[in-house]
């Protein structure tokens, strides 16, 4: 059973790569993943000036008024656009190439990211985020490639469409009334954010899917306009948290959350909700399982250990140790440096 199982998959693989589509399509998605680096890495430094100017600090939620300065930074309006460009670079990659090489090159964001945050704030990836980085990396492609391997296209009904719909609404409550909550909590904000951020953007994905078949299928009434309606709130809303990311963390833990969070949640819905894991067998699952948690705990661990967190987090006026002294004042006095520095 396992070696038909197996050379079932082999199979696969191999009719996947004699698509003559990944000519292009490669090309594509690794552009569009170089796109993402540089765009978060331009956000990034735009949020950071917004909040320089403002003098007040974003990562308890940006206010409006940062919002409309941040349409004034030209850093800002390039990542933006950078983004847009990976979005249509991605779009284009799924046309023409299976998703089992598309969707997990995405990931190719988050090593160019972490370069590029390291290049820019002088913080050198730690062995302990590295190995964090490669859990990422190697989840959601184990993730993907066992789901593009099984997973078969469905007609996606009017019932699993309210399903949808319903869900995404009750999620995004949950996470804004959860967001009022914890906001002013130092701790928890960044990982928050980038969590929030990718499910909510599964969700996006999967209504940009649902929307695309239906118009398609010439099938545009008042639940496509519906699915339309979410989609657009669902983008604002995932917008602002990862604009709140930045505020919160570094751009390389940003992406780490939406390279892994992202694809997996759209997996999971189309899995579950629009039954295209019919074909999944039950050790497709495990792996399922095991992937997620691998990445998850990537994701995670990089949140607490990424250099840059550590080294800011040491200029919080905490107090620490016996002594009672302040973490910026120690930092900043105990080894004889400027603390502006």
């Known amino acids: 059973m396992w070696a038909g199982s197996l050379e079932d998959v082999g199979d696969q693989l191999v ?17 569009g993943a170089v796109f993402m680096s540089f765009g978060a890495q331009y ?13 007040k600090d974003g990562s308890t939620g940006l206010t409006g008024g940062q919002l409309r300065q941040l349409l ?10 950078m983004l847009g460009l990976a979005i249509v670079c991605q779009l284009g990659a799924l046309a023409v190439a299976p998703l089992i090489v598309v ?19 002088g913080h050198a990836p730690t062995r302990r985020s590295m190995l964090a980085i490669v859990a990422c990396v190697g989840g959601i492609f184990s993730f ?41 909590r130092h701790g928890i904000r ?38 339309v309606i979410a989609l657009l709130g669902g983008t604002a809303l995932g917008a602002y948290f990862v604009q709140t990311a930045y505020s919160s963390g570094p751009p390389d833990l940003v992406i780490a959350g939406l390279t892994v969070v992202d694809p997996m949640v759209a997996v999971m819905i189309g899995l579950l909700v629009l039954g295209e894991g019919a074909a999944v067998p039950p050790w497709g699952f495990v792996m399922f399982g095991i992937s997620g948690a691998i990445a ?23 107090t620490r140790g016996s002594s009672g002294t302040a973490g910026s004042d120690a930092a900043g006095t105990g080894a004889g440096e400027d603390p502006l520095v």
């Open 15 to 31: 009719g996947a790569f004699q698509n003559p589509g990944l000519l292009l399509g490669i090309p594509l998605a690794l552009a």
């Open 43 to 55: 956000q990034h430094r735009g949020v950071a000036k917004v909040e320089r100017l403002s003098g």
């Open 72 to 81: 004034a930074r030209p850093s800002w309006v390039i990542g933006t656009l």
């Open 103 to 121: 969707q997990p090159l995405g990931a190719v964001a988050l090593v160019i990211t972490t370069l590029l945050n390291a290049r820019v704030s």
């Open 144 to 184: 993907v490639i066992v789901a593009a391997l099984f997973a078969t296209e469905q007609t996606v009904t009017s019932r699993q469409i309210v399903i949808v719909l319903i869900v995404l609404t009750v999620i995004a409550l949950l996470l804004v009334g959860f967001w009022l909550l914890v906001r002013r």
């Open 190 to 227: 960044a990982l928050f954010y980038i969590l929030a951020a990718g499910i909510v953007y599964g969700f996006v994905a999967t209504l940009a899917k649902i929307v695309i078949k239906r118009i398609q299928a010439g099938d545009f009434e008042w639940l496509t306009v519906l699915c």
């Open 296 to 318: 998850i705990w990537g994701v995670t661990t990089l949140a607490r250990f990424h250099p840059q967190v550590m080294s800011e987090s040491q200029e919080l006026p905490f």
